[in-house]
């Protein structure tokens, strides 16, 4: 859960074990025991001590994997982390709306998190080494954990195989043209009329990762909406996009600065309203295709094909992949 990641209060630490040059503090088994039980419910009374033995023995097997010349490039942890990160960005639905939540820009959670996964990555790979050669049978599996007693077994999430088809609502062609003409309102006001980018998106942008910091945002080339990123990127320190639309809405964007792969922009962002009507007009598209699901008319992938609007998911026949393992 991106959710448990971020926003956890300051808490006094203190050092609790160390593992070679690596010492474990009080607040690292603090947060996994919070996004754990943010993930997975209820958890048993000594699980601090779970986290704080899981900790450790993944800090030997990095000690040892160093003795034993166990490498993990560089490119290897970047694609962890941007994957990762493309995992919080779909659990937030949004850049702005991760970086507002965890109060910190990608760049600074990449920073945060690179040693994380550096270490976990290295533990995996030191394991898996470490165990290449170990030879077990099924009997003697069974035989091991049939002698555990029930209450004793960890918690461990259901596994499933999932598929989805989504039928986002379609948007009022006049709402649609209303939010448009907002947009080149106030684009007027603030080119024309002289207003403030800056308070004029406080006071009307619908984005509330940078609304209250005047628009202003950080972007990256590779990193975010492609139409924000092309219509910036043709501006001029100072200049001021047309109206655009992106998958998010209606845009004017104001070029702060460049730095090469990154801007930092203002923007403000007006979202066309969904109507309960066009909700209700989804829902009965939706009822009827489950019919025809039913009824055998159509099966799932061919239901995936003919109505799902959802590009991610329709690339897969409608299953929903794991964003971390693939």
Request: aromatic share 8%; with cysteine.
């Amino acid at each position: 859960m991106a959710t448990a990641a971020f926003g956890q209060p300051t808490v006094a630490d203190k050092i609790i074990a160390q593992v070679g040059n690596k010492i474990i503090l009080q607040s690292e088994v603090n947060e996994q025991y919070v996004q754990d039980k943010a993930a997975y419910g209820s958890l048993p009374d000594n699980y601090k001590c779970y986290v704080l033995y899981t900790l450790m023995s993944q800090q030997i097997l990095v000690e040892q994997a160093v003795r034993d010349s166990v490498i993990v490039t560089d490119e290897e942890v970047e694609s962890i982390l941007d994957q990762r990160i493309r995992y919080w960005l779909g659990e937030y639905g949004s850049r702005e709306a991760l970086e507002a939540a965890s109060g910190r820009t990608i760049y600074q959670l990449k920073d945060d998190f690179r040693p994380v996964f550096r270490d976990k990555t290295i533990a995996e790979r030191m394991q898996a080494q470490v165990m290449e050669h170990v030879k077990i049978t099924p009997a003697e599996i069974n035989a091991f954990f049939n002698k555990i007693p029930t209450d004793s077994l960890p918690l461990y999430p259901a596994i499933v195989e999932m598929g989805q088809i989504v039928i986002k609502p379609d948007v009022n062609p006049e709402i649609d043209k209303l939010a448009k003409e907002k947009l080149e309102g106030i684009r007027k006001d603030i080119v024309d009329g002289g207003k403030s980018f800056q308070s004029m998106a406080g006071i009307y942008s619908m984005d509330p990762g940078s609304k209250d910091n005047g628009g202003e945002l950080d972007i990256n080339r590779k990193e975010f909406d492609p139409q924000v990123v092309a219509a910036a990127f043709r501006l001029q320190p100072g200049e001021i996009s047309p109206v655009f639309k992106s998958s998010f809405g209606y845009h004017i964007v104001q070029m702060v600065r460049r730095m090469g792969e990154e801007a930092r922009i203002r923007h403000i962002l007006i979202i066309p309203e969904i109507t309960n009507y066009d909700l209700q007009q989804s829902m009965k598209k939706l009822d009827s295709v489950r019919a025809d699901l039913l009824s055998g008319k159509l099966n799932f992938q061919e239901a995936v094909g003919k109505y799902s609007n959802d590009d991610q998911s329709k690339m897969t026949g409608g299953m929903v992949v794991h964003p971390e393992t693939g």
